[in-house]
């Protein structure tokens, strides 16, 4: 009965070491992209030359998180929507949206203060693609907030 107690403790402590070992290597903490094309890998979409204030964030854990802001004209919000999957709609926000339900703790991560955005959602088994969007305080231009996850 005592090994049994032995090696629950054992498993404990090496499941410690790796939790500690995967958030050490940045694998569970949030690490930025700068890179415009490391980004549009990430994201799998195409983000338009005239994009401002682009920020994005990577997560892995047991999938690869990919957290993305930005600025565009609201023109260019057709290009973006072009490469996304053909079964992709466009939707009013009904309260629910892998972009809204996928908290991240970096201060340009605010999907939530998005008054009445718009949404384009769609999934397969093992990947999604998640844009919420709506105009920003300046004329003709939206804030997209992006979300997608990939095992």
């Known amino acids: 009965m ?3 107690v032995y090696a629950v403790t054992a498993l404990a402590v ?11 290597r940045g694998t569970l903490l949030p690490a930025e992209v700068t890179d ?8 799998r979409i195409k983000i338009p030359a005239s994009a401002t204030d ?20 609201t023109a ?14 466009e939707a009013a926000y009904s309260g629910y949206s892998n972009v809204t339900s996928h908290a991240m703790d970096e201060p340009w991560w605010q999907p939530n203060l998005l ?15 998640n844009l919420m969007f709506r105009g920003s305080n300046r004329p003709g231009v939206l804030t997209v907030y ?4 990939s095992l």
Do not use: H
């Not at 998180?65 to 565009?72: C, K, Q, S, V």
């Open 2 to 4: 005592r090994w049994i």
């Open 14 to 24: 090496l499941c410690a070491i790796g939790l500690a070992t995967a958030v050490l």
């Open 36 to 43: 415009v094309a490391d980004v549009q890998e990430l994201a």
């Open 54 to 73: 682009l920020r994005c964030a990577t997560m892995k854990g047991l999938d690869r998180l990919t957290y993305e802001r930005f600025e565009i004209p």
């Open 76 to 89: 260019d919000l057709k290009r973006i929507l072009a490469d996304m999957p053909a079964d992709a709609r």
């Open 115 to 129: 008054g009445q955005p718009r949404v384009v959602e769609w999934s397969s088994p093992g990947s999604s693609v």
């Open 146 to 149: 992006f979300f997608n996850f």
